[in-house]
């Protein structure tokens, strides 16, 4: 029985307008949800158990709200919910990813799932950085996968289109869109779920070496220009051109 984990991060609502407070962003008001792209590698580590067996337990960083991430995770199906408890506040990637990788250790991981990157940082770091604090292969935006019982069969992008890669277990893969839309949980899934226990993980302290002096909001966009009548066409195109980047 292969043991498959997936990594899922609870991120700001993608809709959520953030302000800026004394040079920090005010989290305090919005909802939180599961990163999107985690939830494609969730119906991913939910596919392999179906097409092999195995164990899916769900895992993440970070403090005891996101809990409802890990229980969201619960309701959809995997066996265990799993978090290192950090509290509130920046941490670096090489922290964040030197403790998801003890952590993924101490669960005898075998193969690893996370999203290609998360909604708030977009950085796209965590799942190779991971892996190679493990030691493991790491394949990137991966659109298809076969499931064997001790390796894998992906597609990703390539310059020359797509690429088939085959990957021996342990590995971590990174998913993208385009191996079905993730699964909702059930209202019996969801009742369960609300008892599920979550596991602490302590894999101790790692201390990266860089630090947020200050948050500041991204410059406003400009007002928008119109036109009227056919004369404007050659400025049109020009400002398309030269301002907007789109021809």
């Known amino acids: 029985m292969v043991e498959i984990v997936v990594l899922v991060k609870q991120v700001p609502d993608t809709n959520a307008k953030i302000e800026i407070k004394d040079g920090r962003a005010d989290l305090s008001m919005i909802k939180w949800i599961t990163s999107p792209y985690d939830e494609y590698a969730l119906e991913v580590a939910l596919q392999h158990k179906e097409a092999v067996g195995g164990n899916v337990t769900a895992l993440t960083l970070g403090p005891a709200r996101c809990d409802k991430t890990l229980k969201d995770a619960k309701a959809l199906g995997v066996d265990k919910i799993a978090r290192v408890d950090v509290s509130e506040g920046y941490l670096d990637s090489f922290s964040v990813q030197s403790m998801l990788a003890e952590a993924c250790r101490s669960l005898g991981a ?15 770091s965590t799942g190779p950085g991971v892996a190679q604090k493990l030691g493991w292969a790491s394949i990137a935006n991966v659109t298809k996968i076969v499931f064997g019982d001790n390796s894998l069969e992906l597609m990703q992008p390539a310059p020359e289109g797509q690429a088939k ?44 070496n860089t630090s947020v002096l200050e948050h500041t909001s991204p410059p406003q966009k400009p007002p928008g220009k119109s036109y009227e009548g056919s004369e404007h066409v050659p400025e049109v195109v020009k400002l398309l051109r030269d301002e907007a980047n789109v021809i």
Do not use: W
Not at 110 to 124: F, H, M, Q
């Open 110 to 124: 075998e193969v690893v799932y996370c999203g290609k990157a998360a909604a708030d940082t977009n950085a796209g």
């Open 165 to 208: 890669v085959g990957v021996d277990l342990p590995a971590l893969i990174t998913c993208d869109k385009g191996m079905g839309e993730p699964r909702r949980a059930n209202v019996k899934g969801i009742m369960m779920a609300k008892r599920a226990v979550v596991d602490l993980i302590d894999v101790g302290s790692f201390e990266g």
